[in-house]
């Protein structure tokens, strides 16, 4: 019988009889291997993508199975995308249209960051969409939710956010061009090549911290906002570890994307 990974009775299914799975064998044998016949143990489950479904839930399924006495603690990004559908439909009864309006947009431009037909992330779009998404999108709606309202100044200071979460992408980016080239995945990086994307990354850095600078001297934002300028030390750091960095041996740059987000 043919499972479906979008209807809930067809993954319950594949967790009720994983011996169906067609890597049930493989699961069997490598979970005895990491688990072990310990109990009490915890188990992460990460599902990101649909594909991943009716397996994530023949493995949890076996590992009931195997393992009565572990703990699944199920993450990844489609649950967290189902937990937070749950939570729109609190925040569209409170606040209405413009909410739903703003969750559809932010669903759909998430899940089709790689999802086909789009997967806009391999055409050199992600870096923007990203900004845009994790950027205004989201600072404009949770301004909204928290007030009812909108204000055009929201959109001003969403443009830090953005650029850092733009930067992160960035380096991430930068890092993986050579294996991104391999693999046939365009990204804007990879287009640019390192010297411009490198740049691309100082601008986003950059730009995070001028733009709360310029806000704050429009009366945007209160002086006390200038505090973040403590963490410019870190910024600087990671502008020079980039700069220093070699795309030929990604290596040099493995954890830029981690530096950058904190």
Known sequence: ?????????????????????????YFQKRLSEVIGKGQGQTVGVSLNYLSQALCAFALIGCIRKEFPGTRIIAGGGLVLFGITAGLGIILIAVRGVPILVLGVIGIVGGYF??????????????????????????????????TGTYHHGVLSISLPVGFLVMAILQGNNTRDII???????????????????????????????LSVVLMVIFK??????????????????NIKKMAGGDTNKPESLSTIDVETAQ
């Open 113 to 146: 960051y790689t999802a086909h037909p789009l997967g806009y992330k391999y055409f050199g779009l992600g870096d923007f969409l990203v900004f845009i998404l994790m950027g205004p999108l989201m600072v404009i709606g949770s301004y909204f939710c928290l």
């Open 220 to 237: 945007v934002l209160p002086l006390w906002s200038l505090l973040v300028v403590l963490t410019l030390p870190l910024a600087v750091k």
């Open 179 to 209: 294996h991104d080239t391999e693999a046939g995945i365009t990204t804007f990086e990879n287009k640019l090549g390192p010297k411009v994307a490198k740049g691309f990354y100082y601008f986003s850095v950059s730009g995070a911290y």
């Open 1 to 25: 019988k043919y499972l479906s990974p979008v209807r809930s009775f067809d993954l319950l299914q594949a967790a009720e009889h994983p011996e169906a799975n067609l890597f049930y064998p």
